[in-house]
């Protein structure tokens, strides 16, 4: 069922060439691991822009198990790989193998996967910067709730979002100043709040 879904795919062009060369050649390495199988392997769509294939790829968790540093690696386009496992046990071994991510999905019923949801959740919170519950993880958005980061090696530093109302403050250097005199304070620091923003003081209540 999901390689007939996949098989129907129309995907537009990647952004620029170079990310589909390197999506094209991480591609075939992976192909190319054993134990790898392809489910679908489109041709290149015709149109402008830098078009590539959609492939859909199996692997059992044994196979991913002792491959995991090729399997591992990331291949940014139309590409996903399914990997196969047995039992609960396999799964959970199979999970703790995976690296840092920008976002972990699980699709389940809760009504009669409740235990194995909850456990799967839990793993996944310590992989993720964001966790989705039965949908897909597209469409950031400049809100106060995203957050677009992740643990390495998804990012650099798992506090921060790329995108998001709090981004800026990946650009921001804190800055204390110790017992620096009033008057050479930047207006903002001053006792006076001559600019009247919010503020907190000695850990209090925000105030102008």
């Known amino acids: 069922m999901l390689a007939e879904q996949v098989a129907g795919v129309t995907v537009g062009p990647l952004l620029y060439a170079g ?10 390495q992976l192909a190319a691991v054993p134990g790898v199988r392809t489910l679908v392997e489109s041709a290149p769509p015709e149109g402008a822009g830098h078009r590539a ?5 199996a692997v059992s968790a044994s196979d991913l198990s002792a491959h995991a540093d090729e399997l591992l690696q990331e291949c940014f386009g139309p590409a996903a790989l399914v990997v196969e496992y047995a039992d609960v046990a396999e799964l959970e071994a199979t999970l703790a193998r995976l690296p840092g991510s920008l976002t972990a999905t699980v699709h389940a019923e ?20 964001r966790l989705i ?3 897909w ?6 809100t106060w709730a995203m957050h677009h980061g992740g643990p ?7 506090v921060h979002t790329s995108v998001g109302a709090t981004a ?27 600019l009247r923003l919010p503020r907190r003081v000695d850990g209090g209540p925000p105030s102008t």
């Open 19 to 28: 990310l589909r060369e390197a999506y094209t050649r991480t591609l075939e």
């Open 53 to 57: 294939a959609v492939r859909l790829l």
């Open 110 to 129: 809760l009504d009669s996967e409740r235990e194995l949801a909850r456990r799967l959740v839990e793993l996944l919170s310590r992989r993720a910067g």
């Open 133 to 135: 519950w039965n949908g």
């Open 137 to 142: 993880p597209t469409g950031v958005a400049v």
């Open 152 to 158: 390495w090696p998804a990012t650099t530093a798992s």
């Open 168 to 194: 800026v403050r990946r650009f921001l250097r804190p800055l204390a100043y110790q017992d620096v005199p009033d008057a050479l304070l930047p207006e903002a620091l001053r006792d006076g709040n001559p």
